[in-house]
């Protein structure tokens, strides 16, 4: 495989760690630019494995830095975070903590002079337009990690870095409170939406039942209480003029209560899926903000004028913070804060990015390899769902059969957009391939604009087969049928598992709501197979999978199929019947596969593929595999093809409408 080599510097920044580049050192253009960084960090694994990434948002961010563009700053600093076990950048979100790494690295770099003694350098943030003063220890004009300053979460001690925050209120939206209102009320519980350095969503613990000092995990592991804040937290990205918020991680959510003693106020910052661990630099800066001035959840005492050392307590310790106060009652504002950080250079080298993550026409960034002729199938879901495993069973007996190395590529992430964004983009030479389905290219369409387009923007090579839905529950759950699953959920808070918003088992749950009265929580995840092993171990009650994806839980007995979604029995499970046998129409989704190229790829190249694809699918050995894991083999010519896309985004419209799912937008969970 080609890779392309580039300088980077791996730094420990605050408390969180990441690559550091200069903006020269990345590919031109955002989007070769954001597959370097996907390369970087290994995005598609969740556990990081081909990158320097460690699975978990705090060590898979990137700091970008280059000469500031801005009169009076010293350098630009462009954060992105990079997606775990999906391939996706978000440059939206700032980071204080990878803040404080930027002037020691553009010292280092030449981009700053150093004084002796202390050096202070105005870095303009590129995510948030805000301008930080950055002070470091710098004795004989050199920067120097080593020092006596500690910060909670990280072990050891540090040369100390003063980061002091000169306009941050409002940079993100133009306005400190951008609802117009320091209290909203968003399903009956009070918030304050802010925007200080982060664009936050503060809750008082004590509203949801918490005390508000409960630790990371015990929170992550309240889905219900991370459900409802979610959903929340869609609504206060609105109310802010965000937007839809669902694939951003602004605005977190922060759950606030007392602290030890006036000047301190105990804070549980979400990521915004997860509790952070510690705490968001950034994230400290907008709680001390609500926390200084009067009228918010998270007000403490009355606030004079002038500095006030604050505390933010956090599960790791604490940050203190400086903030200064002009003003008194509501018009009182804060107009700066600074906290110490620390960092550490931990290497600096060459760091090689592996070739698959870029589209084959960005293979000029590599001018001096060799073409790599293999193809690439990529899979809109994780690793291990059904998607995933049908696309390997294709891949190994299409690779002798074309002569050419056929290769998985995962790229999970947006409904699937993520992986169809970046097929639709390639090079229409037949190398990349997108395992399309259901979701991708008929439900998700019908519910929502999208940046691609699923008609006009491949080549449908050929169908691949079907599999029909069943509704499944974990095998310790006491219902005996769908009627008294019904009765038995408006007593008891059950959970459907959902393998991302618009997918087939979310759109059959919501249906199944709709039709059935019922009142079912949903929570997603990225892909079918982390979706259904929750099921299996019981953090979530039920589900809507492909036969495919459930059949191995069937046979083992650690979930029960209580129904089909779809028009009749199935002969291999002749004794679950219907839904619409036990009272529930309209529920029907049998979901299908198929193999789509880039728009522009030449026919030759297109008959050449699904002459392969069709010879596959007729292999014994295949067809038996495919049977024995409950989906069937279901070959096609390319205008089949797109013509069932045509008919399935039709039909899907229509049952959205139907449904009451509003079309252009994509269906909330509970």
């Known amino acids: 495989m080609v890779n392309l080599n580039i300088p980077c510097v791996l730094m420990r920044s605050g408390t969180s760690r990441g690559p550091f580049f200069l903006r020269e050192w990345l590919p031109e253009g955002t989007e070769a630019r954001d597959q370097a960084l996907i390369g970087a960090i290994g995005a598609s694994d969740p556990l990081q494995l081909d990158g320097l990434g460690g699975g978990s948002t705090l060590n898979s961010k990137v700091a970008i830095v280059s000469r500031s563009q801005q009169p009076g700053c010293d ?113 009956g519980i009070e918030v304050t939406c802010i925007d200080a350095a982060m664009p936050l969503m503060v809750l008082r613990a004590a509203d949801l039942g918490l005390t508000g000092r409960e630790r990371p995990a015990q929170l992550d592991a309240n889905t219900a209480l991370l459900e409802r804040i979610e959903a929340m937290r869609r609504v206060a990205g609105t109310r802010m003029g965000l937007g839809d918020v669902s694939d951003s991680v602004v605005p977190k959510p922060v759950l606030v209560s007392a602290g030890d003693d006036a000047n301190s106020i105990t804070s549980r910052y979400f990521t915004p899926r997860r509790c952070h661990a510690s705490h968001a630099v950034t994230g400290a800066i907008g709680v001390a903000t609500a926390f200084a001035l009067p009228g918010t959840v998270a007000s403490g005492a009355r606030t004079p004028s002038g500095k006030r050392p604050l505390v933010v307590l956090h599960p790791a310790g604490q940050i203190d913070i400086e903030v200064e106060v002009v003003g008194v009652g509501e018009s009182a504002q804060v107009e700066r804060a600074a906290l110490v950080r620390t960092a550490r250079k931990i290497l600096q080298g060459q760091l090689q990015l592996p070739s698959y993550v870029f589209p084959q026409d960005t293979t000029a960034l590599a001018p001096q390899a060799a073409p790599d002729t293999s193809i690439r199938i990529i899979v809109p879901t994780s690793a291990g769902g059904g998607n995933d495993t049908i696309a390997r069973a294709l891949a190994r007996k299409l690779s002798p059969l074309l002569g050419q190395s056929v290769h998985i590529d995962n790229r999970a992430g947006a409904h699937g957009s993520v992986a169809c964004e970046y097929v639709a983009s390639a090079a229409p030479n037949g190398q990349t391939l997108l395992f399309g389905y259901i979701a991708t290219h008929g439900i998700h369409p019908a519910l929502e604009g999208l940046r691609y387009d699923p008609l006009g923007g491949f080549c449908p090579v050929g169908l691949i087969g079907y599999s029909p839905t069943l509704l499944v529950v974990n095998a310790e759950l006491p219902v005996r049928d769908v009627p008294d699953l019904i009765a038995q959920a408006r007593s008891h808070p059950f959970t459907y598992a959902s393998a991302g918003t618009g997918t087939a088992p979310h759109f059959a749950a919501e249906l199944f709501n709709q039709n059935a009265g019922a009142a079912l929580r949903g929570h997603t995840y990225p892909g079918a197979a982390p979706a259904i092993a929750d099921t299996v171990r019981g953090s979530t009650q039920l589900m809507f999978p492909s036969l495919f994806t459930a059949q191995p839980y069937l046979h083992s007995g650690k979930l029960r199929a209580l129904a089909v979604a779809g028009p009749e029995r199935l002969p291999g499970l002749p004794d679950v019947p219907t839904l619409a046998e036990q009272g529930v129409p309209g529920v029907e989704l049998t979901q299908w596969y198929a193999l789509f190229a880039p728009a522009g790829t030449p026919p030759a ?19 038996a595999r495919m049977a024995a894991d409950g989906a069937r083999v279901q070959t096609s010519t390319p205008d089949q093809l797109q013509q069932l896309v045509r008919s399935e985004i039709a039909k899907w419209r229509e049952v959205a409408q139907r449904a009451q799912m509003p079309v252009g937008q994509a269906v909330e969970e509970v």
């Not at 593929?609 to 295949?622: G, K, M, S």
Request: aromatic share 6%; net charge negative.
């Open 605 to 623: 190249v297109v008959a050449e593929l699904n002459t392969a694809l069709n010879t596959v699918l007729q292999d014994p050995e295949l067809v």
């Open 75 to 187: 350098v630009d600093y462009l954060f992105a975070q990079v997606g775990v076990g999906h391939q996706s950048v978000d440059t939206r979100p700032n980071c204080g903590n990878m803040l404080a790494g930027v002037v020691p690295f553009a010292i280092e770099q030449g981009l700053i002079a150093a004084q002796d003694g202390h050096t202070t350098a105005r870095v303009y943030n590129v995510n948030t337009g805000a301008c930080i003063d950055v002070t470091v220890c710098t004795p004989g004009g050199v920067v120097t990690y080593e020092g006596d300053a500690r910060i909670d979460g990280v072990a050891g001690t540090a040369a100390p870095i003063l980061l002091n925050f000169l306009d941050a209120w409002g940079a993100v939206t133009g306005h400190l409170f951008p609802t117009g209102q320091r209290i909203d009320t968003i399903d």
